[in-house]
Nanobody, 117 residues
Framework: VQLQASGGGSVQPGGSLRLSCAAS????????MGWYRQTPGKQRELVAA???????TYLAVVRGRFTISRENTKNTVYLQMDSLKPEDTAVYYC????????????WGQGTELTVSS
């Protein structure tokens, strides 16, 4: 499977941005898609994830500001980010894990978000 992420950029605090990630290849098997982020010197952290059945999980500090959604007909996951803060600045990575093999992760290329005035 290949993941193509897009939508990063620069935004002022309080602004909004939407990330997209399209999967291609084996998109028939059930999978979880999500977004991670990483800043220099820190471990990559899970921001949000969505199962095939639509169950969602969020990093506590983004809950209520970020919304993850899936469009299964397009094999695409979105991350709507609102009320952005400077601490949201990071490289965001799309992630896919098949339910049948959750220990194997597939990654898209990172897309950078900068929140700054």
């Amino acid at each position: 499977v290949q993941l193509q992420a897009s939508g990063g950029g620069s935004v002022q605090p309080g602004g909004s941005l939407r990330l997209s990630c399209a999967a291609s290849g084996d998109t028939f098997s059930r999978y979880v898609m999500g977004w991670y982020r990483q800043t220099p010197g820190k471990q990559r952290e899970l921001v949000a994830a969505c199962t095939a059945d639509g169950m969602k999980t969020y990093l506590a500090v983004v809950r209520g500001r970020f919304t993850i959604s899936r469009e299964n007909t397009k094999n695409t996951v979105y991350l709507q980010m609102d009320s952005l803060k400077p601490e949201d600045t990071a490289v965001y990575y799309c992630n896919l894990r098949y339910e049948a093999s959750p220990d194997t992760a597939y990654w898209g290329q990172g897309t950078e978000l900068t929140v700054s005035s």
